[in-house]
């Protein structure tokens, strides 16, 4: 039907689908809500036959304009949940980023103290939290964090004479170092 359709024939349905008022729509839109697509079948089955050529061609544009206008207004919204999910992922990481700073400071601090009372398999555990807190950060404060705890960790694995730790503790650094300074 589409292709049967003259310029003079998208004019008028163009004029016609401007010619509806907003309470127009919202009508045809309340209506059809409802419908089952079995229901919407026939009504418009039994709407055509009583059409003309051109009426039918005006009809057609106005659906397939309502269609548009959904299927438009459907992008806007899905376009703002996404920028809400974004905005609300970003507020939380920066609010969680300083909490998880705070904490790892305390679990270094507690570790440090075990550390110089010889316990230094629980001042590991506390080491590895602190790590593992600031591990998605890359700020400075995080990266220094996460620098100190590592090499408190090769010096308690030292202690406790697990050779092959204490060096991936001591490589992790250099490496580490070596990133910061190429970077």
């Known amino acids: 039907m589409m292709g049967s359709m003259t310029p003079e ?46 009426q039918q061609y005006v009809l057609t544009a106005l659906v397939l304009l309502l269609v548009a206008v959904v299927v438009a207004v459907v992008a806007v919204v899905m376009l703002l949940v996404v920028a809400v999910i974004v905005t609300t992922v970003m507020t939380v990481w920066l609010l969680v980023g300083p909490a998880c700073q705070q904490a790892s400071q305390q679990l270094k601090a507690e570790g440090n103290a075990l550390h110089s009372a010889g316990k230094f398999k ?39 004479k697990d050779w092959a730790k204490c060096i991936a503790q001591c490589n992790e650094v250099l490496q580490a170092s070596s990133s910061a300074q190429q970077g």
């Open 9 to 54: 024939m998208m004019a008028q349905a163009q004029s016609m689908a401007a010619g509806m008022s907003a309470a127009d729509m919202q009508r045809a839109q309340e209506q059809m809500k409802n419908m089952s697509a079995d229901d919407l079948q026939r009504a418009t089955t039994q709407a055509t036959a009583q059409l003309s050529a051109q």
């Open 122 to 160: 629980e001042a590991v555990e506390k080491y590895e939290r602190a790590k593992s807190n600031v591990a998605g950060h890359s700020n400075t404060t995080s990266q220094e964090l996460r620098t100190a705890c590592t090499l408190n960790l090769s010096s308690c694995y030292l202690n406790l």
